[in-house]
């Protein structure tokens, strides 16, 4: 069975830091682009940042850009999004999502086959 699983979210206050894993089984990621999504109360699903397979390429959205940082490491199965300088707005439940092409996806859900449940991260004081 293929199945994504979320962890590390959490409540942090605000320029705090988080750092989540997305944890592959029942497949390899080896052949898979990884994409991070998030969804605040009310707002629909936003892409974050993705890195694809085949050179660890990477893209961030305007809105994190420069504070997150998303990576892989193959050998564990398992990509990671470091979140840094966190704040309000980066509240939302986070999810990963997996695509099966070895190069950068566009950050859209429709684009991703596989999904984690998700797991939330609140920035609050």
């Known amino acids: 069975q293929l199945q994504l699983v979320e962890s590390g979210g959490g409540l942090v206050q605000p320029g705090g830091s988080l750092r989540l894993s997305c944890a592959a089984s029942g497949f390899t990621l080896d052949y898979y682009a990884i994409g991070w999504f998030r969804q605040a109360p009310g707002k629909e699903r936003e892409g974050v940042s993705c890195i694809s397979s085949s050179d660890g390429s990477t893209y961030y959205a305007d809105s994190v850009k420069g504070r997150f940082t998303i990576s892989r490491d193959n050998a564990k199965n398992t990509v990671y999004l470091q979140m840094n300088s966190l704040k309000p707005e980066d509240t939302a439940v986070y999810y990963c999502?997996?695509?099966?092409?070895?190069?950068?996806?566009?950050?859209?859900?429709?684009?991703?086959?596989?999904w984690g449940q998700g797991t939330q991260v609140t920035v609050s004081s």
């Open positions: 999502a997996a695509a099966p092409t070895y190069y950068l996806v566009v950050l859209t859900p429709s684009a991703y086959d596989y």
